[in-house]
């Protein structure tokens, strides 16, 4: 079946780096643009960021746009988001998707705070 596993996430004090991974599974990776959400507490679940199917187009939030990089290899299908510039309003569970295939998986905390 199709899941997503998330890692990476992690205590970080503000203005630190993190680099999430996404492990894929059940499903043609490298035909799916892929993305990176977040949902903060007492919020709704917000995109974070998308990469092509191949990798050559990414799209970024306004609030992440020049911190945050998002990059995949389809060979271990896996796609990855490296955070740089944290501040204490990133902190939330940080999920991966492909649009329209399977569930979410359990997500990655990422916690900024001093």
């Known amino acids: 079946q199709v899941q997503f596993v998330e890692s990476g996430g992690g205590l970080v004090q503000p203005g630190g780096s993190l680099r999430l991974s996404c492990a894929a599974s059940?499903?043609?990776?490298?035909?799916?643009?892929m993305r990176w959400y977040r949902q903060a507490p007492g919020k709704e679940r917000e995109l974070v960021a998308t990469?092509?199917?191949?990798?050559?187009?990414?799209n970024y939030a306004d609030s992440v746009a020049g911190r945050f990089t998002i990059s995949r290899d389809n060979a271990k299908n896996t796609v990855y988001l490296q955070m740089n510039g944290l501040k204490p309003e990133d902190t939330a569970v940080y999920y991966c998707?492909?649009?329209?295939?399977?569930?979410w998986g359990q997500g990655t905390q990422v916690t900024v705070s001093s």
């Open positions: 990469i092509a199917s191949a990798g050559g187009s990414t």
């Open positions: 998707k492909a649009q329209a295939v399977g569930s």
């Open positions: 059940g499903f043609i990776f490298r035909r799916y643009a």
